[in-house]
C-alpha cells in the first residue's frame, strides 16, 4: 500500500493528487468551523500561534492551529517510511530569519498566504486577484536573481537529534491545545485563546490534526508547492507542480460551491480588505521572500518535518513577523492596511532586493 501510494505521489501526478486534497479539505475545514475562507493558511495559523503564545495581545486571533502541528508531524513520518528524513542545516540562517520575518508582514498586509490567496479566489473573493498578481510579481523578481547566481549557500547533514526539535514542538503545541494549562494562584492561563474574532473560530481538534496529518503525509511525498509551482512554470517552463494549482483550485472551487460557501464580489468577504494596492503590494513582497527562500509557507512547515533547520529558522521568522505585525499596527484588518504596514512593506522590499544584490554567487 504504501509503495504504491508513493508511486502515485512522486510521478507527475503526486502535486495534482496533493493539490485535489488541499482543495477539498481546505474548504470543509471551515464548513467545519475554520474561519471564512481560512480552511487552510499558514501565514494566518502561524500569526494565530504567535498569540496562543502570548507573543502578540491581538485578542481576536489567538489559538494554536492543530493544523500546522500535523503538517511538521505528517511530513516527519512520511519522511521515516520513505528514508527521507534528513537533518541539515547551516544556509544563511540570520537571512532565512528575516526572510520569513518579511514575508509575514507581507502576508498580513494582505491578510493571506498563497494558499490562502487560492482559497479566497475559489470561493469568490475576488480581491484575490490583486494579491495573486502581487505574488507572481514577487515571484518573477525573486527569479530574476536566481538566473543571475543568486543563492543563500549550501547547507550541511547534522545529527539526528536536530531534525527531532521541530516534530517535539509540534506535539507540545498539541499538548497545549488539547490540556489549555493554567499557572500561578490566580490560574492565569500559560497559552491564550480567543473569545471571538477569527481566534474563536475553529473546527474541532482531532479533524484539524488529521487534516494536517493527511496533507503533511502528502505534500511531502509530492513536493507540493505554491511558490515553487510558478518559479518553475516560468523558469523551465514546467507544469510538474503548477498542474497541483490547477487541480487546488478548481477542486476547493467545486467543494465551496456544493458547500454554499461561493460569495462572488469585493465587498463583504471574510476576513479580507479592499485595498487593491496594498493587496498586490503585500504580496508581492510574500512572494519575492518565498522565492529567495526556497518555498512558500506550507513547504517550508513540510521541510521542517523532514529535519530542514533552515525551514525552521525561516518558520521562526513568521512567527517573530507575526507578533511584530501586530505589536506594531503593521497587520491589516477588514478595514484596510494597518497604519504602518504599508511602510513595512516596503521596508521588506528593500530588504529583499539587498538580498538579491548581495547574495550572489558567480556563475
Known amino acids: 500500500m504504501f509503495k504504491a501510494l508513493s508511486r502515485a505521489l512522486t510521478s507527475r501526478s503526486g502535486p495534482i493528487l496533493t493539490g485535489v486534497a488541499v482543495g477539498i479539505l481546505a474548504p470543509l475545514l471551515t464548513f467545519w468551523g475554520n474561519p471564512g475562507n481560512m480552511g487552510i493558511c499558514v501565514a494566518c495559523f502561524t500569526r494565530d500561534i504567535a498569540g496562543a503564545l502570548g507573543l502578540h495581545r491581538a485578542a481576536t486571533v489567538q489559538y494554536i492551529r492543530p ?7 505528517g511530513s516527519f513520518i512520511s519522511s521515516l517510511i520513505y528514508g527521507e528524513y534528513k537533518p541539515r542545516t547551516g544556509s544563511s540562517p540570520i537571512v532565512r530569519f528575516f526572510l520569513g520575518f518579511f514575508a509575514m508582514i507581507g502576508a498580513l498586509v ?4 498563497p494558499w490562502r490567496a487560492y482559497i479566497r479566489l475559489s470561493a469568490g473573493d475576488l480581491n484575490a486577484i490583486p494579491g495573486i498578481v502581487g505574488l507572481a510579481i514577487g515571484i518573477v523578481i525573486g527569479i530574476a536573481f536566481l538566473w543571475h547566481g543568486f543563492s543563500l549557500g549550501r547547507n550541511y547533514p547534522a545529527k539526528k537529534a536536530l531534525g527531532y526539535i521541530m516534530p517535539a514542538v ?28 477569527p481566534g474563536s473560530m475553529a473546527a474541532p481538534v482531532a479533524l ?3 487534516v494536517g496529518l493527511f496533507i503533511g503525509f502528502l505534500a511531502q511525498r509530492s513536493r507540493f508547492c505554491t511558490v515553487g509551482a510558478l518559479r518553475d512554470l516560468i523558469m523551465f517552463k514546467d507544469f510538474h507542480l503548477f498542474n497541483g494549482i490547477i487541480a487546488f483550485i478548481v477542486a476547493a472551487f467545486i467543494t ?11 465587498e463583504g468577504q471574510p476576513i479580507a480588505h479592499t485595498n487593491t494596492l496594498w493587496n498586490a503590494m503585500g504580496m508581492v513582497l510574500s512572494g519575492l521572500a518565498f522565492t529567495l527562500a526556497g518555498g512558500c509557507p506550507g513547504r517550508q512547515f513540510i521541510m521542517s518535518g523532514e529535519g530542514d533547520g533552515d525551514a525552521a529558522t525561516f518558520i521562526l521568522g513568521m512567527l517573530f513577523g507575526a507578533a511584530t505585525a501586530h505589536n506594531f499596527s503593521l497587520a491589516s484588518s477588514p478595514a484596510g492596511p494597518g497604519m504602518y504596514g504599508p511602510a513595512a512593506t516596503i521596508v521588506g522590499i528593500v530588504f529583499c532586493l539587498f538580498v538579491g544584490f548581495l547574495m550572489k554567487e558567480k556563475i
Request: glycine content about 14%; charged content about 10%.
Open 110 to 113: 494582505f491578510l493571506g498566504c
Open 256 to 266: 465551496n460551491v456544493l458547500l454554499g460557501q461561493f460569495k462572488l464580489g469585493f
Open 208 to 210: 484539524s490534526l488529521a
Open 67 to 73: 493544523e500546522l502541528a500535523g503538517f511538521i508531524l
Open 170 to 197: 509540534a506535539v507540545t503545541l498539541l499538548v497545549f491545545v488539547l490540556l489549555r494549562p493554567s499557572f500561578g494562584p490566580e490560574g492565569a492561563s500559560a497559552v491564550f485563546f480567543s473569545k471571538e474574532g
